[in-house]
């Protein structure tokens, strides 16, 4: 019996021994399925991060009387990054004229998106002349643009989409793990029944992401009058708002909706979905771009576009669910998507005039917090210095508090001078009557 007992525990121990040798070969096999089910990068069709801010650097450059680059820098706890910005007017020196319609767009806020990089290198090549769409007319694009100052985010991500390019092809969020498209102030934080922590992490804090500080100065100094933030995994027109199951009341809403009907109907054939983010997409988002854009910078026209997905896609092969994989459909997308901005770049303008002089009465009552105006104002003169432009998060918070205590001194002081004068007006003494 002992001798048996030990052939067994033997037999044991033996099975016990393969199974561990074994145990690598499948997991690695398991690891081989996952990669092969994945589709790579098709580098015959995307550049890569460092390659396409070159080409768009070099665009710059060879079209000085039009294009202009400025780098804005942020940082804080040890995470830095930045964003370039492109600024276009048909005539440069024009480019601070007031009374042009400003245009802001943003690309490629989720780092996986990256078809949406290319239709900003594909809108600036078109902008700049150096590429055409077909049957398009050069003279009525130019009288088009010259009314408009269009700014592109062309990549306002940067850190999270180089974490995409060194092989985490699912990454949505920033260098740091912050969904930058949660990390707006309006209705921030707040989190639906179906939140996964890793697509959705909203940060510590609203604008505690560098990215999302940069962007937010951004639309105060240059206070846009079209907002178009980009991205990829669906195809929709997407109006405010994002946190809520409606759109917004009044004419503003109804102006949006009809641009947003002719756009699905030219270049999407009326394939695209319409409405609010929070009312079409099936969930409600929280602290989005758009909804502070509309809401707090007051944009009129304030859009999320999806510019591709691939429903058929598993959820795990991320490159295909939000990109085009094939040249005909790349080049398919890139076409349709840039001859839609060009059509808001024509008929936003018209859409904008019946709200203008609305937008103009508002202005004055546009409510802003201190600390909203101080970014806005300081980032402002920064570009009118001429100095190159960075966004300093050392010491606002004491120039913040310092511009408090001036205003509390001052209404102190006007408090105690108003109570002076009524003092020696009342106690002044009477002298009698020489009549």
């Known amino acids: 019996?002992?001798?048996?007992?030990?052939?067994?525990?033997?037999?044991?121990?033996?099975?016990?021994?393969?199974?561990?040798?074994?145990?690598?070969?499948?997991?690695?096999?398991?690891?081989?399925?996952?990669?092969?089910?994945?589709?790579?990068?098709?580098?015959?069709?995307?550049?890569?991060?460092?390659?396409?801010?070159?080409?768009?650097?070099?665009?710059?450059?060879?079209?000085?009387?039009?294009?202009?680059?400025?780098?804005?820098?942020?940082?804080?706890?040890?995470?830095?990054?930045?964003?370039?910005?492109?600024?276009?007017?048909?005539?440069?020196?024009?480019?601070?004229?007031?009374?042009?319609?400003?245009?802001?767009?943003?690309?490629?806020?989720?780092?996986?998106?990256?078809?949406?990089?290319?239709?900003?290198?594909?809108?600036?090549?078109?902008?700049?002349?150096?590429?055409?769409?077909?049957?398009?007319?050069?003279?009525?694009?130019?009288?088009?643009?010259?009314?408009?100052?269009?700014?592109?985010?062309?990549?306002?991500?940067?850190?999270?989409?180089?974490?995409?390019?060194?092989?985490?092809?699912?990454?949505?969020?920033?260098?740091?793990?912050?969904?930058?498209?949660?990390?707006?102030?309006?209705?921030?934080?707040?989190?639906?029944?179906?939140?996964?922590?890793?697509?959705?992490?909203?940060?510590?804090?609203?604008?505690?992401?560098?990215?999302?500080?940069?962007?937010?100065?951004?639309a105060l100094s240059f206070d846009p009058h079209i907002w178009v933030n980009v991205h990829s995994g669906m195809e929709a027109l997407f109006m405010p708002y994002d946190h809520k199951n409606t759109t917004p009341d009044g004419l503003p809403s109804q102006r949006m909706r009809r641009l947003l009907e002719q756009l699905n109907k030219i270049h999407c054939q009326k394939r695209c979905m319409i409405g609010s983010g929070g009312g079409s997409v099936g969930y409600l988002a929280h602290g989005t771009a758009t909804d502070y854009m509309f809401n707090v910078v007051r944009v009129p026209m304030s859009f999320t576009f999806e510019i591709y997905g691939d429903s058929a896609a598993s959820s795990k092969d991320c490159f295909k669910m939000f990109n085009p994989t094939d040249h005909s459909t790349f080049n398919r997308v890139l076409n349709d998507w840039s001859a839609a901005f060009l059509t808001i770049f024509k008929f936003g303008p018209h859409y904008l005039d019946e709200l203008r002089a609305k937008a103009s009465a508002a202005n004055g009552d546009k409510r802003v917090s201190i600390d909203e105006y101080l970014d806005g104002y300081l980032m402002q003169r920064t570009q009118k210095d001429g100095k190159k432009l960075e966004v300093l998060d050392i010491g606002m918070q004491e120039i913040r508090t310092y511009f408090r205590l001036f205003l509390l001194s001052s209404v102190l002081l006007m408090f105690m001078f108003c109570s002076r004068i009524s003092k020696n007006k009342y106690s002044r003494p009477t002298t009698p009557c020489e009549c």
């Open 1 to 218: 019996m002992a001798m048996i007992r030990r052939r067994s525990l033997s037999l044991y121990y033996i099975s016990l021994s393969i199974f561990a040798a074994c145990l690598p070969i499948f997991v690695n096999c398991d690891d081989n399925l996952n990669r092969t089910s994945s589709t790579p990068i098709n580098r015959d069709l995307y550049h890569s991060s460092g390659d396409l801010m070159e080409m768009i650097k070099n665009l710059v450059n060879r079209h000085p009387d039009k294009l202009s680059m400025e780098t804005i820098e942020a940082g804080n706890k040890g995470y830095n990054a930045e964003i370039r910005v492109v600024t276009y007017c048909h005539r440069r020196k024009d480019s601070d004229d007031r009374s042009k319609i400003r245009v802001l767009l943003s690309f490629g806020q989720h780092g996986r998106e990256l078809i949406t990089t290319e239709l900003a290198l594909r809108i600036l090549s078109i902008l700049s002349e150096e590429q055409f769409l077909p049957n398009m007319n050069p003279v009525s694009l130019n009288s088009t643009l010259d009314e408009l100052v269009i700014k592109v985010v062309p990549m306002e991500n940067l850190n999270g989409r180089k974490l995409v390019e060194e092989g985490d092809l699912c990454e949505r969020r920033n260098g740091r793990g912050v969904d930058l498209n949660r990390n707006w102030s309006v209705d921030w934080g707040k989190k639906e029944k179906d939140y996964d922590p890793y697509e959705e992490n909203p940060g510590t804090a609203p604008f505690s992401e560098p990215e999302s500080q940069i962007m937010r100065k951004l």
